[in-house]
């Protein structure tokens, strides 16, 4: 079944000892604000991940942000999908427009991760979304659609009901300019449509496809109200647990 997701993309903020406080405000404010109707995930880097999964106590689910390509060996520097798991963490973030641009992810090497990331029994939050001048020419549909194809539409029907697609358009990411809710729906309808012509309706229908880009307390309930939007990816509004609430509580 659909699930509705708010995650919380901390990116490369936060000293460690400031993320599992963060953490932990989040956990007080989820007690304190009761039922929500979403499931929460916090997304802090690497070496917080350990301590958030403890900080969060099962309440909360923990995602890294990246994992490497390959399975092991000589990568300084590099942390791999097993590592990820092995810290209690149950999903990963694959495919980030930051990852993709400064560190030149391709969908390739993107679907090698989502391989890996599944092999070790990992959830993944895949990321799409055209850059402005791609949506200015009117080129946004096929970039995304290529993306999809290229990067998830490899994997068995087993192996995708795994994975979370994160529509972000990247002209929208961390510059307070956020798609409007026609926007975001007319993008989140085609990606549904894409994956039932490649896995059928169901499986389509049982997919979260999350927005991200300047989401926050004053967007959010507008954007989650369109049919096939079912939460959010958060950047910015997820560094103060006050504004990521905002946001989980706006279903
Ligand atoms: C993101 O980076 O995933 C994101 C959506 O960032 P922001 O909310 O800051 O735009």
């Given at each position: 079944?659909?699930k509705?997701?708010?995650?919380?993309?901390?990116?490369?903020?936060k000293t460690?000892?400031?993320?599992?406080?963060?953490?932990?405000?989040v956990?007080?404010?989820?007690?304190?604000a009761?039922?929500v109707?979403?499931d929460v995930?916090?997304?802090?880097p690497?070496?917080?991940?350990t301590?958030?999964?403890?900080?969060v106590?099962?309440?909360?689910?923990?995602s890294?942000?990246?994992c490497?390509?390959?399975?092991?060996?000589?990568?300084?520097?590099?942390?791999?999908?097993?590592?990820?798991?092995?810290?209690?963490?149950t999903?990963v973030?694959l495919?980030?427009s930051?990852?993709?641009s400064?560190?030149?992810?391709?969908?390739?090497?993107l679907a090698?991760?989502?391989?890996?990331?599944?092999?070790?029994?990992?959830?993944?939050?895949?990321?799409?979304?055209?850059?402005l001048?791609?949506?200015?020419?009117?080129?946004?549909f096929?970039?995304v659609?290529?993306?999809?194809k290229?990067?998830l539409?490899?994997?068995?029907?087993?192996?995708?009901?795994?994975?979370?697609v994160?529509?972000?358009?990247?002209?929208?990411?961390g510059t307070?300019?956020t798609?409007?809710?026609v926007?975001?729906?007319d993008?989140?309808?085609?990606i549904r449509?894409?994956?039932?012509?490649?896995?059928?309706?169901q499986?389509?229908?049982?997919?979260?496809?999350?927005y991200?880009?300047?989401c926050?307390?004053?967007n959010?309930?507008?954007l989650?109200?369109?049919?096939?939007?079912d939460?959010?990816?958060?950047?910015g509004?997820?560094?103060?647990a006050?504004?990521?609430?905002q946001?989980?509580?706006?279903?």
């Amino acid at each position: 079944m659909r699930k509705n997701i708010v995650a919380g993309n901390w990116k490369m903020n936060k000293t460690l000892q400031e993320g599992v406080q963060l953490a932990a405000d989040v956990r007080q404010a989820l007690a304190a604000a009761g039922a929500v109707k979403c499931d929460v995930i916090l997304a802090p880097p690497f070496i917080h991940l350990t301590e958030v999964v403890k900080t969060v106590g099962g309440q909360v689910e923990v995602s890294a942000q990246n994992c490497a390509a390959e399975a092991s060996g000589a990568y300084t520097g590099e942390v791999s999908a097993a590592m990820v798991k092995s810290t209690g963490c149950t999903y990963v973030i694959l495919g980030h427009s930051e990852r993709r641009s400064y560190y030149g992810e391709t969908n390739a090497i993107l679907a090698k991760k989502v391989r890996l990331a599944l092999d070790n029994g990992l959830k993944v939050i895949f990321c799409v979304g055209e850059v402005l001048a791609e949506r200015e020419s009117g080129k946004h549909f096929d970039v995304v659609g290529k993306q999809l194809k290229e990067g998830l539409f490899g994997l068995s029907a087993e192996d995708f009901a795994k994975i979370v697609v994160a529509y972000e358009p990247v002209w929208a990411i961390g510059t307070g300019k956020t798609a409007t809710s026609v926007e975001a729906q007319d993008m989140h309808a085609f990606i549904r449509k894409a994956i039932a012509a490649q896995y059928g309706v169901q499986l389509a229908d049982d997919t979260t496809i999350l927005y991200g880009g300047s989401c926050n307390g004053g967007n959010a309930a507008e954007l989650f109200a369109c049919p096939d939007v079912d939460g959010g990816l958060i950047g910015g509004a997820s560094l103060t647990a006050e504004k990521f609430m905002q946001i989980v509580t706006a279903f």
